[in-house]
């Protein structure tokens, strides 16, 4: 019996301790934009228990420096939250940050989801995620480069770099011609770049592989800086107006979620 009543008495404190962690939790976070700071009035009745097992809960992460004491007896979050900031900064990178995002724009479009970056005079496939109800066979694999004029990844990065920059890439690259449909103008390519910032997104019509549509957002860092893109390609044919202008929408909502992400890691 002894050891049933050990039994009974660890797990009992296990649950205890579960229940500590998850309150922890609900105190964190409750921590937004707009609420900077809490007081115990509010953990009490966000938590729905004794003021006075609040501060024992406060108190606790005040000590482990999850919290610190603000003016008027209200608390804030302390340093120990920082450095886990800090932390998850140094591990976290692009790739990670994209990669949900890259599944949903998938299957909200049911059509194949890049995530591309250019480095120099190339852009690099970093990541797909393929649609489960439809397939496309295209050039971008992981890994994979393409010269700078080819692609809607390519010219949505390009495009929101500095002109003269951009013309100077261009002129330093090798510009190659996959179809018919390829430009490797170097004026050509800039007139198309000026189009593609007017409207925030590049749209391309079998310009590398044939009766490929292409549309692609750009993704900035932390200092506005265009480095990156997320784009959808789908077999042009099966691609109505509509449906267009509805991968449009999802490609540069899901540009603008992985740039604020990618903002609060830079901050």
Known sequence: MSGQSEQIK?????????????????????????????????????????????YRYLQSLVANRYLEEAPGGRFRLGMRVLELARLARRTHNLTDIAAPVLEELAESVNETALLTRRVGGVVTCLDRAES??????????????LPVNAGASALVILAFAPPAEAKEILESSPLRRFTPATLVDVESVMTRLETIRRHGYAITRSEVDHDVLGIAAPIRDGSGRATAAISVAAVASRVSTQFEHEIITAVLAAAARITAEVAVLDA
Not at 10 to 19: F, K, L, V
Not at 132 to 145: C, N, P, Q
């Open 132 to 145: 489960h109800a439809h397939r496309v066979r295209i050039s971008y694999e992981r890994g994979s480069t």
């Open 10 to 54: 660890a797990e009992s404190g296990y649950r205890e301790r579960n229940s500590t962690a998850d309150r922890a939790l609900e105190i964190l976070n409750m921590f937004e934009d707009d609420v900077p700071v809490v007081s115990a009035v509010q953990v009490a009745e966000r938590l729905g228990v004794a003021r006075s097992t609040v």
